[in-house]
Nanobody, 112 residues
Framework: EVKLVESGGGLVQPGGSLRLSCATSGFTFSYSNMNWVRQAPGKGLEWVSNINTNTGKTLYANSVKDRFTISRDNAKNTLYLQMNRLKPEDTAVYYC?????RGQGTQVTVSS
């Protein structure tokens, strides 16, 4: 059974940083492309970032490019999202995603 467990969210001031983690199990993480997606209040899901966990190639939405960094630790079966220079519009529930499967999400709130 695929299991994805996100953590690391919280309340942060604009300009601050957070690092999200996604602990995974139930599949071969090192061979799987992984995504981060987010859902802001009252809005649909928005794709944020992708990493090819075999090649390490990364992709980012324009809205987060140059501020967010996706990475992974294949030995720990864990996906990360380092978020810097956070903005109020980054407020959302963040999910890691494998195919159509997402975890329970972690709330990120950017507010002064």
């Amino acid at each position: 059974e695929v299991k994805l467990v996100e953590s690391g969210g919280g309340l942060v001031q604009p300009g601050g940083s957070l690092r999200l983690s996604c602990a995974t199990s139930g599949f071969t993480f090192s061979y799987s492309n992984m995504n981060w997606v987010r859902q802001a209040p009252g809005k649909g899901l928005e794709w944020v970032s992708n990493i090819n966990t075999n090649t390490g190639k990364t992709l980012y939405a324009n809205s987060v490019k140059d501020r967010f960094t996706i990475s992974r630790d294949n030995a720990k079966n864990t996906l990360y999202l380092q978020m810097n220079r956070l903005k109020p519009e980054d407020t959302a529930v963040y999910y890691c995603q494998l195919g159509d499967t997402r975890g329970q999400g972690t709330q990120v709130t950017v507010s002064s």
